[in-house]
């Protein structure tokens, strides 16, 4: 089977049978629709089941070809008709609750007709067959998972299979025990008959209780996945709105003028060559220059209307991710407009380089800060004026190079020449976003 086709089998029994995705478990009404929808699917598959054996068993007997013949459409009908009730509102919680109910009664009912079918109507070989399919029917009504529902069912799978015990299994007939009770009272209780009897109850009542056991551990384990989820909501929504007026504050600069943001991009362009020239891989110089530029090619958008569950616990992770990784650009940027300004303001003293120097720039960062500081000397800023290239290279080899490291900036001042290119070829010319 080809890749294709195993993805659109796998995708058919994920929409018929699956529970894995697009299902807002708090919903119970939403969560208990998808069910009847599965269950539904499971009663239509169980029916054609049921019809071929019918009609396998039906070779030879008319009336086994009879009862094929009017099993089909009667069970093509209420299949028709649990799926018109489950559709009818999915919305509405007691038509839900009702299609349930419904369809367990229906599975148990349908496994008792077959039952007595093949007690009657098989060789003897399958006249037990049937007995199997009560425990089917049992198991598939415990997949609702409602304790309340799987109560109301073991009541009455409980009773009739009593009666089913005494009138089909063994054809005992009530005429009989009336007529002469005293006799049937001593003599059936220690009879073969009894004994079988009562290991078949023992036997169903623990299957129930094992049952029930299950639907309760899995209804308290679903209870608690459902608080958790609804606090991790309330969380994510609280974190969402600080984080959203953190960024607010933090990221806004509409002042940033054309000019800022293309110095900002030229510098990029350097931070890639001198990564490029201090022999880093080609990837990381990659990461260099797009990080470089980031916080003005790149804004946080937070998590629109409409958006699943999935969908916005993704694209809150992704955002927060594009956020601290900007903050942490514009942090690089504010601190660098630190050190720029200390010598023309007269407050690099002993202690500021010292407490800027104690902040240990890794490699990638000291690149981007070398090449935005050469930038920023040959512009003009509100502290100083513009300064040419040899004037830039100077104050930065007089007052600079103690925050980087020595062999990235005498690498930075040896192809000088380069960046002073890079610089004039680009002056004035606006970078596209």
């Not at 229906?106 to 007595?116: G, K, N, Q």
């Not at 679903?222 to 974190?239: A, T």
Request: hydrophobic share 45%; aromatic share 14%; glycine share 4%.
């Amino acid at each position: 089977m080809s890749l294709k086709a195993k993805i659109k089998n796998n995708k058919f029994f994920s929409n018929a049978f699956g529970f894995e995705s697009g299902i807002d478990i708090t919903d119970d009404t939403k969560v208990l629709y998808r069910k009847n929808i599965v269950i539904k699917n499971i009663i239509f598959v169980s029916n054609l089941i049921f019809t071929l054996m019918f009609a396998f068993l039906s070779f030879g007997e008319r009336s086994n070809i009879v009862l094929t013949f009017i099993l089909f459409p009667v069970t093509f009908l209420v299949n028709a008709g649990l799926k018109k009730t489950i559709n009818k509102n999915p919305e509405d919680k007691t038509t839900q609750t009702i299609a349930s109910y419904v369809a367990c009664f229906y599975m148990f009912l349908l496994s008792l007709v077959i039952y007595f079918k093949l007690k009657y109507g098989s060789a003897d070989y399958l006249k037990e067959c049937g007995y199997i399919l009560i425990y089917y029917s049992l198991v598939v009504c415990s997949f609702y998972q409602d304790k309340k529902l799987l109560k109301f069912v073991f009541e009455w799978v409980m009773v009739l299979v009593t009666i089913l015990h005494f009138t089909v299994t063994y054809e005992i007939m009530f005429s009989d025990i009336a007529s002469d009770f005293k006799l049937f009272f001593t003599t059936f209780f220690t009879s073969n008959e009894f004994k079988d009897i009562l290991i078949r109850t023992i036997l169903l009542g623990i299957f129930m209780l094992v049952l029930y056991s299950i639907v309760s551990m899995s209804g308290y384990m679903q209870e608690e996945r459902k608080k958790e989820l609804m606090k991790r909501r309330e969380v994510q929504e609280n974190f969402t709105s600080v984080v959203t007026k953190i960024f607010d504050a933090t990221l806004a600069d509409s002042s940033r003028s054309e000019a800022d943001k293309n110095s900002i991009l030229l510098a990029s362009v350097m931070a890639r060559r001198l990564a490029e020239l201090l022999n880093l891989p080609e990837e990381e110089c990659l990461q260099i220059e797009t990080f470089a530029k980031i916080h003005v090619e790149r804004t946080v958008n937070f998590i629109p209307q409409g958006a699943s569950e999935d969908e916005k616990f993704e694209m809150l992770k992704e955002q927060t991710d594009l956020g601290s990784i900007i903050i942490s650009r514009l942090q690089i940027e504010r601190r660098l407009e630190n050190i720029m300004r200390a010598p023309f303001e007269g407050s690099d003293t002993e202690e500021f380089i010292l407490s800027m120097k104690s902040v240990g720039f890794d490699t990638p960062t000291q690149i981007i800060m070398i090449c935005d500081l050469y930038v920023n000397m040959r512009n003009i800023k509100s502290f100083k004026k513009a300064l040419n290239h040899k004037l830039s290279m100077q104050y930065m080899t007089d007052r600079f190079k103690i925050y980087f490291d020595d062999n990235i900036f005498e690498r930075f001042v040896r192809f000088g020449d380069e960046f002073e290119k890079i610089y004039d070829d680009n002056e004035g010319e606006t970078y596209d976003l």
